[in-house]
C-alpha cells in the first residue's frame, strides 16, 4: 500500500522588531547675538596675545649688543617665517599672517631703535610697497625723487637704510642702481623680491582714455596689452607710478599704470587689472646700508668686477665660479667711464662671503682682478604678493 505524503507545515513567520528610533543630533545655528559675543572674546584674547608678542619681542630684541642687529637677524626671521607657514591652516593667506606679524615686529623694533628708510618716491610706488614689506609701517620711510639721492641719504648718514630696484625678470638690470655701486661704498645687507601686478587706473572710462602716464619701465613691461587693448591711447613717461596716478586724479581722459593700493590712495577706479605681459613679473629690491649679515645658508653675493680688457680674460675669470662649484646667478656688464677701455661686471652668485668655497673663489679672482669689491652677502628672499 503507498505511503501518504506529509506536507512540511511552514515556520510561523516571526513578528517584525520594531524599528529603533534614530535620534537626529541637531546643531543650532548660532544667532546674530552669540555670534558677536564670540567676535568680541575673540578680538579681546587676540589684542592680549599680540601685545605681549610684542613685550616678548621688545625684551629679546633689547638683549642684542649691538642696536643694528636689531633690524637685521636673518636667521630668526626665517625661521620665524617658516614656523608660522606651518602652523596656519587658513583660510588667512601666508602673505596675510605674515604683515600681521610684521607690524608687530616693526614697531617692536622701532621701540629698541628707531630706523630711517628711504626709497624711490613717492609714496604708494612699488618701491615703497617693498619697504612696507620690509620695514613695516611703523619705521620712519622717507620718500626721495632719485635712486642716486637714496644712495646720497644713506652715504651721508641720513638714513639708516634704502631701498632700491635693483633687477626685473621682464626688463632686467635697473642701471641707476648699478651705476651708484660704482661711485659710493655702500653695501646691499638684504633683498625684498616682489610680485609686480600692473593695472589701469583712471576715473573715466576705458574708451574715454586717450593719454595714458606711468614710469617707463611699467609701460614697458604692459607693451603688448597696451598694443592690443588701448592702441588709440598715447602713452607718456613719468618718474614713478604714483605720480602717474596722481595725473589721472587730476585730468579726465587720463589713465595711469600703477599698483591697486595707489587706486584706494588717489580715488581711482581700477579699468583693468594685471594687465603686464609676463605674469610672474617680479622685481628685485635691494637693501642698501654699510651693514655684514651672517651666513644663513640660504644666501647670495653681489660683486663688482673689473678685469683686464684683453681676449679671454672673462673666460678665465669665471673659472673660479666653476672650480668652486658656485651657482652664478646674474651677470651684468657696463663700459667704464672716461678715456679708459674697458667694462666693468655686476656679478650675484648663490652662497656667503664667509662660506669656504665662496672665500676661495674670491682669492682667485683676486689674482687676475684690476678692481674687485664685494657689494654684499645677504639671505635670499621669497618672492611676495
Partial sequence: MAKKKTTAKAAPKRAARPKTPVTKIVRKKKTAAQVESRIRSVDKEIVKLLNERMTLTMGQLEELTERRDVWFDPSLERELWDRIE?????????????????????????????????????????????????????????PVNTIAS?????NRGHADYGIVPIENSTDGRIVDTLDMFTRLPLRICGEVQMSIHHNLLSRSARSEITEIYSKPQALSQCRDWLARNMPHAKTYDVTSTSTAAELARNKPGVGAIASQQAAVQYGLDIVAERIEDNSHNITRFAIIGDQDTNPTGRDRTALLLQIPHTPGSLTESLTAFKNNKINLTWIESFPLRGPESGYLFFLDFEGHSKDLKIRKALAALEKKAVRLEVLGSYPRSDAVE
Fill in 150 to 154: 637714496v644712495f646720497e641719504e644713506v
Fill in 86 to 142: 606651518a602652523h596656519n591652516k587658513g583660510p588667512l593667506s601666508r602673505d596675510v599672517i605674515r604683515s600681521v606679524f610684521r607690524e608687530v615686529l616693526s614697531a617692536a623694533r622701532c621701540r629698541v631703535k628707531k630706523v630711517r628708510v628711504a626709497y624711490l618716491g613717492p609714496a604708494f610706488s612699488f618701491t615703497h610697497l617693498a619697504s612696507l614689506e620690509k620695514f613695516g609701517k611703523t619705521a620712519d620711510l622717507i
